[in-house]
């Protein structure tokens, strides 16, 4: 007796939520005890990982309240806790940041060789505040907000040397998005 065919199409989509959302939670509890057992020496944000997850699925008030806390709270910080983008988190970061890591590679080839080198490396100021704006422009904010944001970008420049090729080139990228922004409202103005 033939047995019949049953279709089973399986839907991933949500045991990969699930897997990210796990993630995202221990590696939210990881920056909560790097936060205890360095806050000491420098400022750790510790909702990083929890805005790139709120970013991704599109929470983005969640996402921008929670970089806004991250930047204020780093923006004076002279040490810089660092986020490298290591192919495990890839899948938690947008296209711009994709595609930057890759012409990060290609500006400061040795960052192959030697896996340890910053050039790989964002700070969370600055993936903070390249959420900020990212969420400022999909939320329509003002423009005296989006001024603001190209102030702390200044900040964050000035506290980033150029062993921080990644760092460097999104700061640029978010200030030319902003100011590209601002530009525009301009000429319907």
Same mark, same amino acid.
């Given at each position: ?12 989509? =949500? ?21 205890? =057992?360095?806050?000491?020496?420098? @400022? ?5 990982? =929890? ?124 200030? @030319? ?13």
């Amino acid at each position: 007796m033939p047995t019949p065919e049953i279709s089973q199409q399986l839907d991933t989509s =949500e045991l990969v939520q699930l897997l990210q959302q796990s993630a995202v939670e221990h590696l939210t509890e990881f920056r909560q005890l790097e936060a205890q =057992e360095f806050g000491s020496v420098h @400022r750790i944000a510790t909702t990083d990982f =929890e805005a790139l997850y709120a970013y991704k699925r599109g929470e983005y008030q969640r996402c921008l309240q929670l970089s806004i806390d991250s930047v204020k709270l780093l923006i004076d910080d002279e040490g810089l806790s660092c986020l490298f983008v290591y192919p495990e988190f890839i899948q938690l970061m947008d296209d711009n940041i994709v595609s930057l890591t890759g012409l990060a590679l290609i500006v400061n080839p040795s960052c192959r060789n030697q896996p340890n080198v910053f050039a790989n490396a964002l700070s969370q100021l600055t993936l903070s505040l390249y959420l900020m704006t990212q969420c400022q422009l999909k939320l329509h904010h003002s423009m005296a907000s989006l001024a603001q944001t190209v102030g702390y970008i200044s900040l964050a420049r000035q506290q980033h040397n150029e062993d921080f090729t990644l760092g460097q080139l999104l700061l640029k990228l978010i200030e @030319r998005q902003i100011l590209t922004c601002v530009s525009a409202e301009l000429l319907v103005m």
